[in-house]
């Protein structure tokens, strides 16, 4: 089993700035990805950034410039820095894990994150 715990939404004014945390526990297997998903109001989750412990990170091209997520693997956890905030970045973020290596095929949510930005 692996758990994911999430922090950092909130509430920020356009143009400001949150960092979203998520810390793995548990049975994690060295061939992984973690990411980042969002989903807003009446639309699909979407990947905002995703990636494999030493591989490079994959971002949505919308978030691109603004947006820098990092991996801390002896912490097994993931952040996603959030700069620039607009107000179409308001969703729930959630924090994903999943299994790469074909030993397993386990896939993880986090319970989810609200990041709220107002114009």
């Known amino acids: 089993q692996v758990q994911l715990v999430e922090s950092g939404g909130g509430l920020v004014q356009s143009g400001g700035s949150l960092r979203l945390s998520c810390t793995a526990s548990?049975?994690?297997?060295?061939?992984?990805?973690m990411g980042w998903y969002r989903q807003a109001p009446g639309k699909e989750r979407e990947m905002v950034a995703r990636?494999?412990?030493?591989?490079?990170?994959i971002y949505n091209d919308s978030v691109k410039g603004r947006f820098t997520a990092s991996r801390d693997n002896a912490k097994n956890t993931v952040y996603l820095q959030m700069n620039n905030l607009k107000p179409e970045d308001t969703a729930v973020y959630y924090c994903?894990?999943?299994?790469?290596?074909?030993?397993?095929?386990?896939?993880?949510w986090g319970q989810g994150t609200l990041v709220t930005v107002s114009s």
């Open positions: 548990g049975s994690i297997l060295s061939f992984n990805v």
């Open positions: 994903n894990y999943r299994d790469v290596s074909g030993r397993r095929n386990l896939e993880v």
């Open positions: 990636g494999a412990p030493r591989g490079p990170i």
